[in-house]
């Protein structure tokens, strides 16, 4: 089941949700509106290896905006910290910015138990559109759980700013 923003704004306040800065003008009815953090990563090659670690460079996103090109994987990060050790944080992007074809997350949306940190995103642009430090870009969600709960511990935990992928860490791992 799905926290309603009420119960978003009572588990901040207790604890059981981080979500920091909190700003409570981001609150929705289910939801709760993040920001977008002042850097990128971007992939120094246009073809992509998943066994191999892909070298990137970072951008400063400028406070009169930076152009995202389409065709080209941007990783932007929430300048929110945000997780839980109680509840499943979905994440999406805004109908807004889906609104001038900017896909912040294609994948990826359902972060763990546990993963309390900057959330990488995975920007993707239909074609070119500006983008700002600070804009409300997407959104997360809360979810209640059904079981006993193993909090996440894996290889992105405790991520700040935007975070290449370490899939290539599956192909070089012999203990498997």
Same mark, same amino acid.
């Given at each position: 089941m799905i926290l309603t923003g009420s119960e978003i704004l009572k588990n901040v306040e207790n604890k059981k949700i981080i979500i920091d800065p909190f700003n409570v003008s981001q609150l929705n009815p289910n939801s709760y509106n993040f920001t977008l953090g002042d850097r990128l990563a971007v992939y120094n090659s246009y073809i992509l *290896?998943? $066994?191999k670690n892909n070298e990137a460079r970072e951008?400063? &996103?400028p406070a009169e905006g930076i152009t995202l090109a389409s065709g080209t994987v941007y990783l932007g990060y929430t300048r929110e910290i945000i997780g839980s050790n109680y509840f499943v944080p979905i994440i999406r992007g805004r109908s807004s910015v889906g609104r001038l074809g900017l896909f912040i997350n294609i994948t990826a949306d359902l &972060? *763990? &138990? $546990?993963? &309390?940190?900057?959330l990488t995103l995975q920007l993707n642009a239909v074609q070119p559109v500006t983008i700002y430090p600070g804009m409300q870009i997407g959104q997360v969600t809360f979810w209640t759980t059904f079981g006993e709960i193993k909090k996440y511990e894996g290889r992105y935990k405790g991520s700040a700013g935007p975070v290449t992928s370490k899939m290539y860490l *599956?192909?070089?791992n012999d203990e498997k």
């Amino acid at each position: 089941m799905i926290l309603t923003g009420s119960e978003i704004l009572k588990n901040v306040e207790n604890k059981k949700i981080i979500i920091d800065p909190f700003n409570v003008s981001q609150l929705n009815p289910n939801s709760y509106n993040f920001t977008l953090g002042d850097r990128l990563a971007v992939y120094n090659s246009y073809i992509l *290896d998943a $066994g191999k670690n892909n070298e990137a460079r970072e951008l400063i &996103i400028p406070a009169e905006g930076i152009t995202l090109a389409s065709g080209t994987v941007y990783l932007g990060y929430t300048r929110e910290i945000i997780g839980s050790n109680y509840f499943v944080p979905i994440i999406r992007g805004r109908s807004s910015v889906g609104r001038l074809g900017l896909f912040i997350n294609i994948t990826a949306d359902l &972060i *763990d &138990i $546990g993963s &309390i940190n900057q959330l990488t995103l995975q920007l993707n642009a239909v074609q070119p559109v500006t983008i700002y430090p600070g804009m409300q870009i997407g959104q997360v969600t809360f979810w209640t759980t059904f079981g006993e709960i193993k909090k996440y511990e894996g290889r992105y935990k405790g991520s700040a700013g935007p975070v290449t992928s370490k899939m290539y860490l *599956d192909f070089c791992n012999d203990e498997k």
